[in-house]
């Protein structure tokens, strides 16, 4: 399908735009099914978004107990002594949705998921890593890796990971029928998730992740950690592969750290050094793609209509 951008004003316009779209997906989805399988997203970007979808289902334009949701990632090694104690870490992203989507609604959603970073224990993983290097891998070409646990590996708890952390997150949306609608932002570098630079497309399923260097000083120079020893340096995250399975996937973007990748991503080749370059291989294959910009991302964009035309990219002006 061809690719659709759309250019808003600025950050409430864009949440609009992009929560007006969603809006019409699930209930569209609602009439032809029991329930609406939604994949959703952290970082500052959807909060608008949110917003508005909290108001719609508040209000009765459509029935939020119907809808089941995945998340895209969650830090592995947050500050806290124990499982319970990381979750309910501010920073963590089950807390996120709590207080930025899940919490405000009236009718809570059937059910909502989001993998189990924090019940890895981030001391023991880096032992059982550094103990037994034969059952582990690191694929990727820039700092942020995807540790690939090898199948029945020595470590027990390496097998666990793999086993009930990676396979059973990926299971669990298997059994949900798949993501209908995939909300994302755009990370440093043009990550998505977790999905960092440099780590491959293939078989990028549902991946634990060392982070990039760049994203962990990003999480800092955002405030959400006082110093990069704070911060986390793992993940679990959706892959590329994973996250552009679903039948739509809505990209939103603002602000002038987005105008590179999210312009590489749609003029240049799709490579793995700018995971959301993979949107283009999706909407090859037939998925539905729609970036959703301010004016100060899609500058960029509305001055290569020209490129973007030739690549049957289609963009409107909105702002
Ligand atoms: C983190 C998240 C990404 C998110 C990115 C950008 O890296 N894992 O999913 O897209 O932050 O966040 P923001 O929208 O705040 O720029």
Redesign the pocket.
């Known amino acids: 399908m061809p690719i659709q951008v759309l250019v808003t004003r600025d950050f409430d316009h864009m949440s609009e735009v992009a929560a007006e779209i969603a809006k019409k997906l699930i209930k569209q989805t609602l009439r032809s099914k029991d329930n609406c399988v939604l994949g959703l997203?952290?970082?500052?970007?959807p909060t608008g978004v949110y917003k508005h979808l909290i108001r719609a289902a508040n209000t009765g334009q459509f029935d939020s107990k119907r809808i089941r949701s995945f998340n895209?990632?969650e830090y592995v090694g947050l500050p806290g002594a124990n499982e319970q104690e990381r979750v309910m870490h501010p920073e963590s992203y089950c807390y996120f949705m709590i207080q930025e989507f899940f919490g405000p609604l009236t009718d809570k959603f059937a059910e909502t998921h989001l993998p189990s970073g924090c019940l890895i224990d981030q001391q023991r993983l880096v032992r059982e890593l550094k103990t037994y290097t034969q059952d582990w891998r690191e694929l990727g070409t820039d700092s942020g890796r995807s540790i690939a646990i090898k199948a029945e590996p020595t470590s027990e708890y390496l097998g666990w990971v793999r086993n009930a952390i990676l396979k059973g997150y990926a299971r669990r949306i298997k059994k949900a029928g798949g993501i209908d609608l995939q909300i994302?932002?755009?990370?440093g570098r043009g990550?998505?998730?977790?999905h960092e630079s440099g780590i491959p497309f293939k078989g990028s399923n549902v991946m634990l992740v060392k982070l990039d260097d760049d994203?962990v000083s990003n999480a800092v120079a955002?405030g959400h950690f006082s110093s990069e020893k704070e911060s986390p340096w793992y993940a679990i995250t959706m892959g590329a592969e994973l996250i552009y399975k679903a039948k739509t996937v809505l990209l939103l973007a603002s602000g002038k750290r987005k105008i590179e990748p999210v312009a590489e991503s749609l003029l240049n080749e799709p490579t793995p050094d700018l995971p959301i370059s993979y949107g283009q291989t999706y909407a090859q294959k037939g998925g539905n793609l729609i970036y959703v910009v301010d004016k100060i991302v899609g500058q960029k964009l509305l001055q290569s209509k020209t490129a973007l035309r030739q690549k049957s990219i289609k963009i409107k002006d909105l702002s």
């Open positions: 997203a952290t970082g500052n970007s895209l990632d994302i932002g755009v990370g990550h998505v998730g977790f994203t955002d």
